[in-house]
Every structure is written in structure tokens, then in C-alpha cells.
T-cell receptor, first 114, second 114 residues
Framework: ETGVTQSPTHLIKTRGQQVTLRCSSQ?????VSWYQQALGQGPQFIFQYYREEENGRGNFPPRFSGLQFPNYSSELNVNALELDDSALYLCASSLSLINTGELFFGEGSRLTVL | AQSVTQLDSHVSVSEGTPVLLRCNYSSSYSPSLFWYVQHPNKGLQLLLK??????LVKGINGFEAEFKKSETSFHLTKPSAHMSDAAEYFC????????????FGQGTRLTINP
């Protein structure tokens, strides 16, 4: 167990709707990253938050947005859902911005868009 | 940009036989490389990491990987497979473009036959 918890574990939405996914970081970790893992693919970097500020973003459109709170928990919001947004969304926390590559992942939120 | 290519999408071995999962990388500078494992319905877990120290890296559960610059490879091995090793394995390279970002390969599914 990594100490990173995500909710909900599964959810179903329809095209055009909006979704919010939540993540609680491992204790003491001030950096959180979000990844999208489509079926049969490796995870892809969405963005990273450090001390409540976005610190970098992957190749995802602006309808993917996030927040980090003072307790370092985080949200991923996706607006105007598309069928291709169906995926496992992974949250990962780390101790700092130092690029050790050791991230602690949650078990993910599986989103299905119909 | 950094990238990794996993050469096999699926590897099947018998319990007690050696495991070899192959990975090639592309990097414009000395890379940081990792192997992560994803068991069904579990979060991603770091197996091992290479960060320019020893070229032979030992990880958890008896896995190890060798960094070969001349071949741009970072293959994962284990002398004797166990049923519990059945999982999806990802070769990963670290990229830093304003954020601590991991770039994942497509994954290799390891099946262990009794």
C-alpha cells in the first residue's frame, strides 16, 4: 500500500458531462501528478502540482484541469467529456520536485464515457 | 524528447524459469530509467531505478536490470519466475521539462505458466 488514495474507483459518465476525480497524497508528499492510462497503453502524463501551483503539463487540452489544496490533496477535473476520455486515471505523489522518478501511485479511478 | 520502447507486448514463461523483459531507450542526455510493475487492480509500484551509478541495478522481488549505453537498452531480468510475478511491467524514462515527468513504455504483460 502506497498511502495514496483515489476516489471514486469507478464511474460512468456520458459525452459532454463533467467529472471530478479526487486524490489524497501520501503523508508528507507535497507534489502530485496525474496520469491517464488508456486500455492496453502505458500511462501518459497529464500535469503536476507543487504547493498548489501547476508545475508542468503534458499534451492534454485545457478541458483537463486540476487543483491542489493546502493539505496537498488534489482534484482532476475534465469538462465536456469525450468517448476517448475513457481510461484509468492515476494519481501519484512524491516527496518533492527532485527528479528521483520514484512516484507513489494510487490504484486509480476508472472512467467510462458512453 | 525522451522515450522508451518495450520490445515485447506479451511474455509467457514457466514457473521457475528465467524472465527477460526487453526495453530500449532514446535520450538526448544521460537518462534516469525505471521499471514499474502493475498487478491487476493495484497501483503501479517501483521495481528498480537506474540513475547513473552502477550499471547493474537490483530491485525488489529478485528482479534486476542492466543499463547498456552502447545498446541503449535497459532489460529486466529475474533468474526464476514465480506465479506472483504475473503482472504488467513498464519501462520508464524520466523527463524534466519544468516538471518531474515519467514517460512510460507500452507495457509488457508477463504470464507465468505452472
Amino acid at each position: 500500500e502506497t498511502g495514496v488514495t483515489q476516489s471514486p474507483t469507478h464511474l460512468i459518465k456520458t459525452r459532454g458531462q463533467q467529472v471530478t476525480l479526487r486524490c489524497s497524497s501520501q503523508s508528507g508528499h507535497n507534489t502530485v501528478s496525474w496520469y491517464q492510462q488508456a486500455l492496453g497503453q502505458g500511462p501518459q502524463f497529464i500535469f503536476q502540482y507543487y504547493r498548489e501551483e501547476e508545475n508542468g503539463r503534458g499534451n492534454f487540452p485545457p478541458r483537463f484541469s486540476g487543483l491542489q489544496f493546502p493539505n496537498y490533496s488534489s482534484e482532476l477535473n475534465v469538462n465536456a467529456l469525450e468517448l476517448d476520455d475513457s481510461a484509468l486515471y492515476l494519481c501519484a505523489s512524491s516527496l518533492s520536485l527532485i527528479n528521483t522518478g520514484e512516484l507513489f501511485f494510487g490504484e486509480g479511478s476508472r472512467l467510462t464515457v458512453l | 524528447a525522451q522515450s522508451v520502447t518495450q520490445l515485447d507486448s506479451h511474455v509467457s514463461v514457466s514457473e521457475g524459469t528465467p524472465v527477460l523483459l526487453r526495453c530500449n531507450y532514446s535520450s538526448s542526455y544521460s537518462p534516469s530509467l525505471f521499471w514499474y510493475v502493475q498487478h491487476p487492480n493495484k497501483g503501479l509500484q517501483l521495481l528498480l531505478k537506474y540513475t547513473s551509478a552502477a550499471t547493474l541495478v537490483k530491485g525488489i522481488n529478485g528482479f534486476e536490470a542492466e543499463f547498456k549505453k552502447s545498446e541503449t537498452s535497459f532489460h529486466l531480468t529475474k533468474p526464476s519466475a514465480h506465479m506472483s510475478d504475473a503482472a504488467e511491467y513498464f519501462c520508464v524514462v524520466s523527463d524534466y521539462q519544468g516538471a518531474q515527468k515519467l514517460v512510460f513504455g507500452q507495457g509488457t504483460r508477463l504470464t507465468i505458466n505452472p
